[in-house]
């Protein structure tokens, strides 16, 4: 029996909202007009993972580098090939456009974002990060510390957040509002522990949290916060306010998809003493587009030669450089090259690239599902005026299983009148079991979860949609569960291999700053080959 | 037997409604439509006519079933009448031909109110000489207009307003329609009381729910917070409007914070635009305006021969519409929208100048003051330096800056952002009575000397002298250290939060 909307929302927001809810025949209200994002999972399913035998290459081309994958990885990659001066670099993606899980879209009102949202405003030793803002236009200056300035229309406009808890919002994420002797108590022994952390190094200098986690100290006791999670290393310290654990809870699910009690409490940690530069110190301004991240990618992918539309099958090492074999829009397509980035998760990296088909099974990441709505409004609902928080950037419900929603024209200052509201849902629990469960679910039965949870706090926000765009990240992004961080790192690139391997999946978190340093790391092994 | 006396009474309120809704519309269409000799001698005119109409067609109506007619009759004045004001407070935002909508009013009431009185003779006609009727009924009925001629401007429209006025009156016709069911139950058949009682009761309730719905045009709290009655209120999507009229002139409030008063409003706007039309390197012939829906501003803009174009954005067209049909409000700003000079624009001025990349010799930035997220981000050193660079090499750009004795953290928030933004600053005040002291902030890309002289124009407030005294700082408004604000710490509407809950 396939389910009912009702059925869908029951199973997603829990089942007093699924009776609250205008599911199964439509009774109360119409759900918008909606559509499904391809997410290229469908195209990688059956062009690589399920295809019987590799398409045969008649024509061969030829390339100096070939890059794999247009996500941030990929593209930075190819970038970096541009500014080193290696030319004929081209980039074959399996998607029609490029971005990969820090994709974009826009209509007449707004660019928005499909993924990734925001990168944390770098500290002075991240100079590649501030070569690339600083390429963008995105650096105002320099302050009196030298420390740099992100411009002003990037760093995100107050209010950033807002949380609704029992019928109006609240300023920030922490709930200050009720909150007890004991819980203020709590959060401060947090931000101790956390100032701790953010100003401690080892005898070599290195952070104990650093961006990217490359630049992470290895020392022992540092490693040793990867062996428990992020809710037991709360517990130990006696943090237990739930107002605490709400917070941190959120920031695991928001960041990695994950509850606290599956964090890594290295993760945990890390989410928020990495973006602080010292003891005491605000945490770094996050920084946002309008399409958040897409931003960066289509800065990025200015002047690179990208294929979109090829699923890539096969790559291998030859004598004296690379074979590529795929499938694009005309039908099979061999390349060859000196050297190639295989920027792609690490599950397609198993299947296509050859050494490490054979070799023994290298440990297997954790991903978690994600879905992400674009609601396309005609107008904004009405705000209460009193007692109640202005729309922030980042809109969140306290009592939903979802993240709330994150405004795309907060940023510019569009204020009134139609705007895009991107709206996150991040499954908490095993990837591959969550999909069966949404097996024969579409676009109406999502667009209705959506619609349910976000009347939590708008309640004729329906009369005003116009239509609803739903992506489904089935393998959204790797996982820092207990022990992954660490133990699941992989070796050092070798850099005198010509194919190397580049994604943020290496690092067991998916965040910008590391998918563009494994690409950084790839492009720069392979120009030193090239030398 | 009909109690007579009693149906007096019930002539002597529907006298006084009659009449109310004859001034309510009178009222109502000096206010809106301005001119008001023509407005309540149209008004009075039509209404007496009507009445006129209404007792000759008072004829084909035949004996039978009499006293339900003349309930339904009372019943439809209630509707009708009830309806009127808060149905042409509707329709001015929207409705074109607002003038024949409120005529229509007035002639559908007064052909209602024209019927009343013959039926109800008739209804008395066998109970006493016709003599003694037609003296009663006719003393009651003049009695009832004196009555409601004190009300109106004593106790409705102050304590009222207009919109709960008109719907009080409708309430008090339904109630002695329904009163008369009982009055005339003699005349009526068992049926025709009940279906009369039931309608009765419907139109009551209907009022009195409008009644309280009536807070979506003025609010009993907001009724009092404002000294002067409302003549006339508008919840936008943008901003809540609000005109008052009282002995001294109107007042024109959004979100409840007095943006000017008519009487003093001259001093605000010369200080606000002749400084900066005099700081500009050569005569501005193309000015910005931004905010400032009000058109006073640009008429002092308008007065400078030098100037070719104006474009004035404000984000409301509720506002600017306003401006520019409201006759109070056109007459004060000199019909300034009509000037083929002036182009309007709606939309947020932070992202139409980041869109539009003109260059002005003169900027006048007249926003409200920053008590919300969506205002304070006009005050960032982002959007003063998206204003920087539409600036002309030798413009200069003013700025309404809040006060600097009430908020000084605030004023000085304003001039150090803006001069954080890349502009050479001279903060002023002046004095506008319903205001206080009021600050801005006159800024040019380079350093310079603030004007000295006053352009050669008809001037109520500003001349040489009172132009240089601007320039000065009191002890009590001088600098103090604050943070400049930014997107993302809005520092000035903290700072404004604050500094005026202290006055509050
Ligand atoms: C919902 C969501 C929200 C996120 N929010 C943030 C955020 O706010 N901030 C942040 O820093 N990070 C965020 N992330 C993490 C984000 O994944 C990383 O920041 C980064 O974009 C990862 O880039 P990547 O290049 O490593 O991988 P990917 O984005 O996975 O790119 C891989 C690319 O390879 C392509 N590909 C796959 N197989 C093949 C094949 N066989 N042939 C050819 N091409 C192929 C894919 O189509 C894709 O374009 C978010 C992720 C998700 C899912």
Redesign the interface.
Known sequence: MTPTRRDFVALLLGAPLAYACRGGGGDRGRTPPSALLDTGMTRGHTAVRDAATPPVVTAWRQARVVVIGAGIAGLTAAWELRRQGVTDVVVLELCDVAGGTARGGATDVTAYPWGAHYVVAPQPAQTDMIALLGEMGAIEGHDATGALIIDEALRCREPEERVFYRGRWYEGLYLDAGSTAEDRRQLAGFKREIDQWAAWHDASGARAFAIPTRASSPAPEVRALDQVSFAAWLDARKLTSERLRWLADYACRDDYGLLAADTSAWAGLFYFAARQRAAGAAPQSVVTWPDGNHALVRHLATGAAIETGVAVHDVREVAGGVEVVATGPQGPLGIRAAAAVVAVPGFVADRIVESRRGGPPAPKGDYGAWCVANVHLRDRPRERSRGSAPPAWDNVFRDSPSLGYVSATHQAGRDRGATVWTWYYPFPGDAAATRKQLAGAGAAEWTEVVMTDLERAHPGVRALVEHVEIAFWGHGMIRPRVGAVWGRRPPDLDTAARVQIAHTDRSSLALFEEAFDHGLAAARAIVGQLA | MIRAGALYLNVFVVAICGLVYELLAGTLGSYLLGDSVTQFSLVIGLYLSAMGVGAWLSRRLDDTDLARRFLDVELAVAVVGGASAPVLFVCYGSVVHFQLVLLGFVGAIGILVGLELPLLMRLLEGQMTFKDLVSRVLTFDYIGALAAAIMFPLVLVPKLGLVRSSLAMGSANAVVALWGTWLLAPKLSAKGVLAVRIRAALVLAGMVVALVMADRFTSWAEDEMYADPIVFSDNT??QRIVVTRGRAGFQLFLNGNLQFASADEYRYHEALVHPVMMAADAPPKKVLVLGGGDGLALREILEHPSVEQVTLVD?DPAMTGLSKRFPALAELNHHSFADPRVTVVND?A??WVADHPALWDAIVVDFPDPN???L??LY???FY?RVLARLAPGGAMVVQATSPLFARKSYWCIQDTIAAAGFSVHPYQVTVPSFGVWGYALAKRAPFTPPTHVPKLPLRYLNDDALVAMFQMPADMTHVDVEVN?????AL?RYYEREWRRWE
């Open positions: 999507p943008y984000l947020d932070m992202v919300t997220f969506a304070g981000k960032t050193k982002l330096k930014q997107l993302d710490n809005q509407v």
